[in-house]
């Protein structure tokens, strides 16, 4: 995979902690730090635009039903035991 070189700028609490993380063997380098929050937080959009998309589906999925939990608790017993 190419790689792009990259110049950013951090708030001095930010390098602190960078470098604590380093310190702490956690992470090997700040490149290493920084690629690993990226990968976080396309995750946590991906999961998010999952979650957003199955909203819209249910909502989409016409009126909503009656619930009736004894009759839940009932099927679910029978079922599971």
Do not use: C
Not at 39 to 57: G, K, N, P, V
């Amino acid at each position: 995979m190419a790689t792009v070189r990259k110049t950013i700028t951090i708030t001095d609490q930010q390098d602190a902690w960078v470098k604590s993380q380093i310190e702490n063997g956690n992470y090997t380098n700040d490149s290493e730090i920084i690629r690993d929050l990226i990968r976080r937080e396309q995750e946590r959009t991906a999961e998010i635009e999952s979650i957003r998309a199955a909203l819209i589906e249910a909502e989409s999925g016409g009126e909503p039903q009656l619930f009736d939990p004894e009759a839940f608790k009932r099927r679910m017993q029978q079922a599971h035991g």
